[in-house]
């Protein structure tokens, strides 16, 4: 513990070492996170680097209350939402477009949904960056980061039936994907 009070508060003195032993602690989970956000590693990249920079500016706010990766993946995570809404890439399906899809899914899980016992993170990832930013987004705050509807809702500025319908949607467009790309013929 003693180890990671002492990196964080060089970070807080804006000590440069101290912000590249976190930035090499952390790099690999926070460029994951980035990368369930993103279209591709150029884009998650750019993500990591704003997302970093978000992190040196707001240390002062960590209160050691938790985990430091535990702090810094909700700044990642909401930097991603972020980006997609400043860009305007978010356009999300609303309750009753859904409703005249006449759609069922009855899986509970990613998994059984894909009808798969394992798939590899690569896998899942590679599969979450051929969806569009939307579907992507929503997938990753419901199934990755286990964010309710409601949450979710309130994150977004979206209605719960909003969340919902996204969800499914998302969840049957990485099925299809996943069956195009994976399933033996």
């Known amino acids: 513990m003693d ?33 369930r956000y993103s279209k591709d590693t150029d884009e998650a990249k750019d993500l990591l680097q704003d997302g970093y920079l978000k992190i040196f500016s707001k240390l002062d706010s960590y209160n050691f209350s938790g985990p430091i990766e535990g702090w810094m993946r909700k700044i990642f995570v909401n930097n991603s939402i972020d980006y997609f809404n400043e860009k305007k890439k978010l356009r999300f399906t609303n309750e009753n477009e859904y409703a005249l899809m006449n759609f069922k899914d009855d899986s509970d899980t990613i998994l059984e949904s894909l009808n798969e016992d394992i798939i590899t993170a690569e896998k899942l990832i590679e599969l979450l960056q051929e969806l569009t930013p939307v579907y992507r987004t929503i997938f990753n705050m419901y199934y990755i980061e286990d964010l309710s509807h409601k949450e979710i809702s309130e994150i977004l500025n979206i209605s719960i039936g909003t969340s919902k319908s996204n969800v499914a949607r998302a969840k049957v467009n990485l099925k299809n994907l996943y069956l195009e790309k994976y399933e033996k013929k």
Do not use: A, N, P
């Open 3 to 35: 180890d990671v009070v002492t990196i964080i508060e060089g970070c807080k003195k804006e000590e440069r070492q101290y912000q590249h032993i976190l930035y090499k602690l952390t790099y690999s989970k926070m460029l994951k996170i980035c990368m």
